[in-house]
């Protein structure tokens, strides 16, 4: 039976797993009038197509390619930005950024930043005490990882705030957020002032290197000439970006699921000092309600793909929150289990060559913020209230989520 669905739907937007569940009964890949394109909803074909050169993660090119005459002068910084991000190019572009990317996001960067995390945490906690209901996405969700990357690339914290608004409108655009009709105003006018912020930080790093990301990532192209300064503000700028909008609803998503799940809440309190199960607590957060919904590919030659045949140029969505569902895959996909022992087996980070540089980050993120929040906040609950879901294609997170502290 011919099947589609509207992921612009507020109950798709709400809960898209039993439409993404029924997505996983068609073939392999079908086709999708409502996305305009291929759809992939199983666990196999998810992670064969995230590794198969044949499809480009090259998405901006064509939008931008589409655009004529003064409509594509209007976005002409953005579409310049996105060229420089290694999120969005192939090999062997790819593999020059990418590599110079995992110095700054490399074990010497991320290993080091645990007690950096550890006194954030502490210090948004300690903010949360002695009131009884908080916004946990305004108070604790957005801050934590907005500082810890500013922390991480050696940027004031004066200034994250100003970021983190430059950050939401060049996320609009490239998250594929439905709602904004000037997405793409808001989009070129943050890009043109975040090139010029990390214009001015590379700039400065390369004139008096400091002990952080950017001045690791500056030495490291200047050593090899492998980037431009262009290439470096975007590369800085995509940092920042990869750096916090994942684990901002990896925080928020998880919680969510911790606190509408007593048994399991309780579970990972009576063993949040081992630090393996905490660990696999947030892997099966990554994998229940994970922040990632899709990711977007392009055919770069014709496919045919165990039947589908899939034209150059076509683009096929990868619904990486229908493969953590998918039954083959994890026992007892539908249930949120913190001890899971496949937990880890998700994609929500990606999979092949453009696994998400900021993982490591989030991870470290998530371990200690849940290990204090549950330490130092012994009751927690969820009060009634309408959630809000981001309303974009690619991921998935709360916008408000609000909670009482007994």
Same mark, same amino acid.
């Given at each position: 039976?011919?099947?589609?669905?509207?992921?612009?739907?507020?109950?798709?937007?709400?809960?898209?797993? +039993? !439409?993404?569940?029924?997505?996983?009964?068609?073939?392999?890949?079908?086709?999708?009038?409502?996305?305009?394109?291929?759809?992939?909803? /199983?666990?196999?074909?998810?992670?064969?197509?995230?590794?198969?050169?044949?499809?480009?993660?090259?998405?901006?090119?064509?939008?931008?390619?589409?655009?004529?005459?003064?409509? %594509?002068?209007?976005?002409?910084?953005?579409?310049?930005?996105?060229?420089?991000?290694?999120?969005?190019?192939?090999?062997?572009?790819?593999? /020059?950024?990418?590599?110079?990317? @995992?110095?700054?996001?490399?074990?010497? !960067?991320?290993?080091?930043?645990?007690?950096?995390?550890? %006194?954030?945490?502490?210090?948004?906690?300690?903010?949360?005490?002695?009131?009884?209901?908080?916004?946990?996405?305004?108070?604790?969700?957005?801050?934590?990882?907005?500082?810890?990357?500013?922390?991480?690339?050696?940027?004031?914290?004066?200034?994250?705030?100003?970021?983190?608004?430059? $950050?939401?409108?060049?996320?609009?655009?490239?998250?594929?957020?439905?709602? $904004?009709?000037?997405?793409?105003?808001?989009?070129?006018?943050?890009?043109?002032?975040?090139?010029?912020?990390?214009?001015?930080?590379?700039?400065? /790093?390369?004139?008096?290197?400091?002990?952080?990301?950017?001045?690791?990532?500056?030495?490291?192209?200047?050593?090899?000439?492998?980037?431009? !300064?262009?290439?470096?503000?975007? $590369?800085?700028?995509?940092?920042?970006?990869?750096?916090?909008?994942?684990?901002?609803?990896?925080?928020? @998503?998880?919680?969510?699921?911790?606190?509408?799940?007593?048994?399991?809440?309780?579970?990972? %309190?009576?063993?949040?000092?081992?630090?393996?199960?905490?660990?696999?607590?947030?892997?099966?957060?990554?994998?229940?309600?994970? +922040?990632?919904?899709?990711?977007?590919?392009?055919?770069?030659?014709?496919?045919?793909?165990?039947?589908?045949?899939?034209?150059?140029?076509?683009?096929?969505?990868?619904?990486?929150?229908?493969?953590?569902?998918?039954?083959?895959?994890?026992?007892?996909?539908?249930?949120?289990?913190?001890?899971?022992?496949?937990? $880890?087996?998700?994609?929500?980070?990606?999979?092949?060559?453009?696994?998400?540089?900021?993982? +490591?980050?989030?991870?470290?993120?998530?371990?200690?913020?849940? %290990?204090?929040?549950?330490?130092?906040? +012994? /009751?927690?609950?969820?009060?009634?209230?309408?959630?809000?879901?981001?309303?974009?294609?690619?991921?998935?997170?709360?916008?408000?989520?609000?909670?009482?502290?007994?």
């Amino acid at each position: 039976m011919p099947f589609d669905f509207e992921p612009r739907a507020a109950s798709f937007i709400a809960d898209p797993y +039993p !439409a993404l569940a029924q997505a996983r009964q068609q073939a392999p890949l079908f086709r999708s009038a409502a996305l305009g394109g291929w759809v992939a909803a /199983r666990h196999a074909d998810c992670k064969a197509l995230l590794k198969d050169p044949r499809l480009s993660a090259d998405r901006m090119s064509p939008f931008f390619g589409h655009l004529q005459g003064q409509a %594509r002068a209007d976005v002409a910084t953005l579409e310049g930005m996105m060229a420089r991000w290694a999120v969005f190019v192939d090999p062997p572009v790819h593999t /020059r950024l990418r590599g110079l990317m @995992n110095k700054a996001f490399g074990p010497r !960067a991320i290993d080091g930043l645990a007690p950096t995390v550890a %006194r954030r945490v502490d210090r948004l906690i300690d903010a949360l005490e002695g009131q009884s209901r908080v916004d946990f996405i305004r108070e604790f969700a957005y801050p934590l990882p907005a500082f810890v990357i500013a922390d991480l690339l050696g940027v004031p914290e004066a200034d994250v705030d100003l970021l983190k608004r430059w $950050s939401d409108d060049l996320g609009a655009f490239v998250l594929t957020a439905r709602a $904004s009709p000037d997405k793409y105003a808001r989009a070129e006018a943050a890009a043109k002032q975040m090139q010029l912020y990390f214009g001015d930080l590379v700039a400065a /790093r390369r004139r008096r290197p400091g002990a952080d990301a950017a001045s690791w990532l500056v030495a490291a192209a200047d050593a090899n000439a492998a980037m431009d !300064a262009d290439e470096l503000a975007a $590369s800085c700028v995509l940092l920042l970006f990869a750096g916090h909008e994942t684990t901002t609803h990896l925080l928020g @998503n998880g919680l969510w699921a911790l606190l509408g799940h007593p048994e399991q809440e309780q579970a990972l %309190r009576a063993r949040v000092a081992d630090d393996a199960f905490v660990a696999g607590a947030v892997e099966e957060m990554l994998r229940w309600d994970g +922040p990632s919904l899709a990711q977007v590919r392009i055919a770069g030659e014709d496919i045919d793909w165990n039947g589908a045949l899939l034209a150059k140029g076509e683009r096929v969505f990868l619904m990486l929150a229908s493969a953590a569902r998918d039954e083959t895959v994890f026992g007892d996909a539908a249930r949120f289990e913190v001890g899971r022992a496949d937990a $880890s087996a998700h994609l929500a980070f990606g999979y092949g060559i453009h696994f998400c540089v900021g993982a +490591p980050l989030a991870r470290l993120e998530g371990r200690i913020a849940f %290990r204090r929040l549950l330490q130092r906040l +012994p /009751r927690l609950a969820l009060p009634p209230q309408k959630l809000e879901w981001s309303d974009n294609l690619v991921v998935r997170g709360l916008h408000r989520l609000e909670i009482e502290i007994g």
